[in-house]
């Protein structure tokens, strides 16, 4: 009996070498130069071109999300500009020069930041402290009384200047002012 049990383990400790071996020996066999596991031409014509379509595919989304998110900033941050120019004082405002007429006697009183550019006609600079009103033209400062020159860029820096028309007078307004 000692000697069927000694067979017996013998046979199972061979059946186990042999398995052992036979695997082995087939792992060492995959993937050699000869016979690889994945081929260059299935990574080159399959795998590449569907990996780079999905990054393609995924950076595209990603751009599109980010012009949208960029554009509803836009939006919101000039529709919040709009609201603060249109609340920013009394009488007109603009953000691109209009045309103004004055007749002889009439007074613009500028806000702060309100710029003019005197096109036809005369008329001279009002404040009740110096300067009235900043020549951006030449970078001088006009003082109470003082004629403004045509074609020059002026601007109130502070609140209650303005001009006086001393005949018919066409001016370039931009910025929120009063007539009176």
Known sequence: MNKSRWLARAAAGALVTVTLLGVALAAGQQGSQTDPLVTLSYLTEKATPEILTQADAKATDRAKALADQLNASISAYTKSMEDKLSSAGGGSSSAAFSVVSLAAGQKLTAGVG???????????CFASSSPALIDMTDGGATWDGSALVQNHLYMATIEGRGVVAKDAVKLLVRGSYTIG
């Open 114 to 124: 309100c710029e003019l550019m005197l096109r036809m006609g005369s008329a001279t």
